[in-house]
């Protein structure tokens, strides 16, 4: 008996096409078996580049990312790709003979809906294949992105915002040679007062030092604003953005709120006493699920709004950008094997689309996950060229309460793969005798505590 499936629109077609997600199950729009997912597979993969563009997923009269996503369209650099198939286009990705030049040009031409198309074509393999290709670079007070190169983010949460633990915590990630992407805080109190304390300690201690790296505060947009014109000191201003305009306004935010943002910091920076490296000032994140959780998918995939949600990061110019790939939980990921494969998919079409993509290699307790997962992604996403990773405390984040990677897991990777820190970072750890060449100094854990005590005592300069 012969076994037919129709699509009735590109929403479901993309949606029964896609690898399976528990968020798409919980929204009632995946595929109901391996047969439909495969024959949707087939079926997009026979769809021209030219039909996702003339027809959007979501109407842009009802939506502002729709309608930043075509005004952002560069038609004349899509020219040439137009009639290509997704099947076709997923070739040219993978083919020996595409540069990194060639691929330059194609982020140009793409929307993020093409990307969420050709990565539900691609296996694992191909994901990692595809991204190790490209290199997008971003500049702040340092560079972060070129070959070669893995930038760690120190993530010294504290669960009572205690200064002196904060910049501990801080101190030990920067002795195993991370921080270079950011020293960036989640604040476990979204105040002015909270965050202009965090700010003006992590200036203190880049300052003292003299580390070429950048700080961040991870609280809303507008309490970051609200300590700016305090006079905190604000290298980059962190969002969470979604892939829908209801979903942005979840998270209390719109596109002229980070337009004007971006604007201030850019002035702020124009006014400050520091040697920047570049004009890249946001840092975002996503993850899969975040519009569905907030009731505002409109029936589209979580893979392709996540796309979506990098379309919008793009327009600012970001010097950071991660997928939080498995903090959401168990009901948009359950478990390893779809945590693995949507931190893959994020970070290549992350890449694709021209963005500086790390990525937060993360689960929560209740998923189907350990850290073994989170290594097998870690390694993946190290041979993809991701650039950058999260540097938690023993990979337990006490303030979030999720699981994330480590300040050891970040020297594995680098000598795993023969990567170093950001060039201005590492020749910073050189001169404070941290990395001796482009590898750690070898320290046992005596003369580990005893610099840490050293670097306890000299907190005084910064608090």
């Excluded at 796309?307 to 903090?327: D, E, H, I, K, M």
């Excluded at 021209?354 to 041979?383: E, F, I, K, R, W």
């Excluded at 984040?397 to 990567?419: E, K």
Aim: net charge negative; hydrophobic share 40%; with cysteine.
């Amino acid at each position: 008996m012969i076994e037919r499936f129709d699509f009735s629109d590109l929403r479901e077609l993309f949606a029964k096409a896609n690898e399976e997600k528990s968020g798409d199950q919980l929204a009632g729009i995946g595929a109901r078996s391996e047969r439909e997912r495969v024959a949707a597979k087939r079926k997009l993969a026979d769809l021209p580049l030219n039909e996702i563009v003339r027809r959007p997923l979501i109407d842009p009269s009802e939506d502002d990312v729709s309608r930043l996503i075509l005004d952002a369209f560069d038609s004349d650099a899509f020219r040439p790709y137009g009639s290509m198939t997704v099947g076709e286009f997923r070739e040219l990705l993978l083919d020996d003979g595409t540069t990194d030049e060639l691929l330059r040009q194609i982020q140009k031409a793409m929307i993020p809906e093409i990307a969420a198309a050709v990565a539900k074509l691609m296996s694992n393999k191909d994901l990692v294949l595809a991204a190790a290709k490209v290199r997008n670079v971003s500049r702040c007070r340092n560079t972060i992105g070129e070959l070669g190169v893995l930038g760690i983010r120190a993530q010294p949460n504290h669960p009572a915002d205690d200064i002196g633990g904060i910049l501990l915590s801080a101190f030990e990630g920067l002795l195993y040679g991370c921080g270079d992407a950011v020293i960036g805080v989640n604040p476990a109190t979204d105040s002015v007062e909270t965050v202009n304390s965090i700010l003006t300690a992590l200036n203190r201690l880049v300052d003292t030092y003299e580390i070429p790296t950048q700080t961040c505060c991870l609280a809303h947009i507008t309490t970051q604003l609200a300590a700016l014109e305090r006079g905190a000191p604000v290298d980059l201003l962190f969002q969470s953005v979604a892939g829908t305009e209801a979903a942005n306004r979840s998270f209390g935010i719109t596109l002229d709120m980070l337009r004007e943002g971006r604007e201030q910091v850019l002035e702020h920076h124009r006014h400050r006493d520091v040697r920047w490296a570049g004009d890249h000032v946001m840092y975002f994140e996503t993850g899969q699920g975040s519009a569905l959780s907030a009731e505002a998918h409109h029936g589209v995939d979580q893979l392709t709004l996540e796309a979506r949600a990098y379309g919008v990061a793009r327009t600012f110019q970001p010097f950071l950008v991660n997928s939080v790939v498995g903090f959401i939980g168990p009901e948009y990921l359950y478990d390893e094997r779809q945590i693995i494969r949507a931190g893959l998919e994020d970070h290549f079409m992350g890449k694709l689309l021209g963005l500086p993509m790390g990525c937060d290699v993360c689960y929560t307790n209740h998923a189907a996950a350990d850290q073994n997962s989170a290594d097998n992604l870690l390694l993946l996403l190290s041979a993809a060229g991701c650039n950058y990773f999260m540097g938690v405390p023993c990979s337990d984040d006490v303030m979030l309460n999720y699981q994330s990677t480590s300040y050891h897991d970040a020297l594995a990777a680098r000598r795993l793969f023969h990567l170093r820190p950001a060039p201005e970072f590492l020749a910073w750890l050189q001169s404070m005798g941290i990395y001796h060449g482009a590898e750690p100094t070898s320290l046992d854990s005596s003369t580990r505590r005893q610099l840490m005590q050293g670097l306890e005592s000299s907190l005084a300069k910064v608090v």
